[in-house]
């Protein structure tokens, strides 16, 4: 009997507890927020498509012209020359996210991402970026 009561206790609080799905739409609008991709992109006032250098300035804004200049020269030609339709943009860089990370990977990175130790990494990693691309100059 005491085990049917211990059986029907553990039924019982397995089957109140909610299994939340993660939905990767909504980690994926996270990270996008977290990353500042709405706000760099909406600094564009509406343009549809935009020179790649014109982007890059915006991420990139917070450096130093000569750190920002020395970055935006390092990047392909080819890469620099078409304009980059704002919206297909988004469209590829969640289609790529989302089929690359689970929606726990998306809410982790949202997660690490919207924390003060992440802004600084991201900080730092585009710092280290620019620094390769220097040297390699």
Known sequence: MGKLLLFLSIFLACACT??????SNVQFKRLYAALKMEEILSSFEGEMNISPEKILSGVLRDLPESQKRAFIESMPSKVMADPINVNAAKIIFKSKLTSLLTAQELKIAADFYSSSIGL???RAIIDAEIAVSESLN
């Open 18 to 23: 909610s299994t939340h799905k993660i939905d």
């Open 120 to 122: 600084k990494a991201h």
